[in-house]
């Protein structure tokens, strides 16, 4: 932790003298939490987690794909390629145990769909290659090398599958799983992610119509509007006349990339919502764990890191 929180304060420095590049982080906002359980029981037993069984949610059709063909087009779509190694064999681990947690549980004649909002992003190697361009077969051997290494690893916790969710940038830490979805799960905690702050897309703003925003919600007077916040930073609820408005009801109505937001008015005509993050906030911050790896970290350490308390095994 002395060397993270070293690595950070010289990042910090250097910022101010460098422009700080970044990758566009990825659209985790609205993805749902799958299968809650303090004490998970898959409903059956995975005698084979070499497939997944997926259902392509633009046309409905279910195709079966080798577990390392799934993760090259899961990782591919979920995380840049030019992010470090170690972090995307992190999101690797992560994407495999997700799925799998999928289908221990599924009930469906599918494990898991490849709609980001529902489950996690899978493209084809078609799409892939067209997202890549001139630089697929560089990028391709890099992805693969790394599937190479972390094939068949998976986080456990207390030997169950872990609910290895994961989101694009932090608000500087991560969120609780009691905090968003309201149950509290022991491996999904907050924990430090002040490397976000950095990201390009760390701030972002929303404005909106002041006379709207009071019809929407039904009230006359909004001079007294407050954002009630966790302690994490996660808003839970805007009060304003003696009213809770759920913090989820304005993040879908105006599409903010995170509840961690601070709520203004703005002149005489408008609410504005200042942002912090991108993605719904629990679990592993996908850039984040690109920054510890920049500084040295370990896929495990990442991973150790996010999830606290799990184990990397084979499955």
């Given at each position: 932790?002395?060397?993270?929180l070293?690595?950070?304060i010289?990042?910090?420095v250097?910022?101010?003298v460098?422009?700080?590049?970044?990758?566009?982080p990825?659209d985790?906002t609205?993805?749902n939490?799958p299968?809650?359980s303090?004490?998970?029981?898959?409903?059956k037993?995975?005698?084979?987690?070499d497939?997944?069984?997926?259902?392509?949610?633009e046309?409905?059709?279910?195709t079966?794909?080798?577990?390392?063909?799934y993760l090259f087009?899961?990782?591919?779509s979920?995380?840049?390629?030019?992010?470090?190694?170690?972090?995307?064999k992190a999101?690797?681990?992560v994407?495999?145990t997700?799925?799998?947690?999928?289908?221990?549980n599924?009930?469906?004649k599918?494990?898991l769909?490849n709609d980001?909002?529902?489950?996690q992003?899978?493209k084809?190697?078609?799409?892939i290659?067209q997202?890549w361009g001139?630089?697929?077969?560089?990028?391709?051997?890099?992805?693969e090398s790394?599937?190479?290494?972390?094939?068949?690893?998976r986080?456990?916790?207390n030997?169950?599958?872990?609910l290895?969710v994961?989101?694009a940038?932090?608000?500087?830490?991560?969120?609780?799983s009691k905090?968003?979805?309201?149950?509290?799960?022991p491996?999904?905690?907050?924990?430090?992610?002040?490397f976000?702050?950095?990201?390009?897309?760390y701030?972002?703003?929303?404005?909106?119509?002041?006379s709207?925003f009071?019809k929407?919600?039904a009230?006359s007077?909004?001079s007294?509007?407050?954002a009630?916040k966790?302690?994490n930073?996660?808003?839970?609820?805007?009060?304003?006349?003696?009213?809770?408005i759920?913090?989820?009801e304005?993040v879908k109505?105006y599409?903010?990339?995170?509840?961690?937001?601070?709520?203004?008015?703005?002149g005489?005509?408008?609410?504005v919502?200042?942002?912090f993050g991108?993605?719904?906030?629990v679990?592993m911050?996908?850039?984040?764990a690109n920054?510890?790896?920049k500084?040295?970290?370990?896929?495990?350490e990442?991973?150790l890191?996010?999830?606290?308390g799990?184990?990397?095994?084979?499955?």
């Amino acid at each position: 932790m002395k060397k993270f929180l070293i690595a950070l304060i010289l990042l910090l420095v250097v910022s101010f003298v460098f422009p700080i590049i970044t990758v566009k982080p990825l659209d985790t906002t609205n993805k749902n939490l799958p299968v809650l359980s303090k004490s998970f029981k898959p409903v059956k037993k995975i005698s084979k987690s070499d497939t997944f069984k997926i259902k392509i949610s633009e046309t409905g059709e279910i195709t079966e794909l080798d577990s390392r063909e799934y993760l090259f087009g899961c990782i591919a779509s979920e995380m840049p390629i030019s992010y470090e190694e170690e972090a995307l064999k992190a999101q690797g681990i992560v994407a495999f145990t997700y799925a799998l947690r999928k289908k221990e549980n599924s009930t469906e004649k599918y494990d898991l769909t490849n709609d980001y909002t529902i489950d996690q992003c899978y493209k084809s190697r078609e799409e892939i290659k067209q997202k890549w361009g001139d630089n697929y077969d560089e990028n391709a051997k890099k992805l693969e090398s790394i599937i190479d290494e972390i094939s068949g690893l998976r986080l456990t916790f207390n030997g169950e599958t872990a609910l290895s969710v994961y989101h694009a940038v932090s608000s500087g830490k991560t969120l609780t799983s009691k905090e968003v979805w309201g149950e509290d799960i022991p491996y999904l905690v907050s924990v430090d992610s002040s490397f976000d702050k950095l990201n390009e897309k760390y701030n972002s703003s929303v404005s909106v119509n002041k006379s709207d925003f009071m019809k929407s919600f039904a009230i006359s007077d909004i001079s007294d509007i407050k954002a009630k916040k966790s302690k994490n930073g996660k808003t839970d609820f805007l009060t304003v006349q003696n009213k809770k408005i759920p913090s989820n009801e304005i993040v879908k109505k105006y599409s903010l990339r995170s509840s961690c937001f601070d709520v203004d008015i703005s002149g005489e005509n408008a609410v504005v919502f200042n942002v912090f993050g991108y993605g719904h906030g629990v679990g592993m911050s996908q850039y984040g764990a690109n920054c510890m790896a920049k500084n040295g970290s370990s896929y495990k350490e990442i991973l150790l890191h996010y999830y606290k308390g799990c184990k990397i095994e084979n499955s």
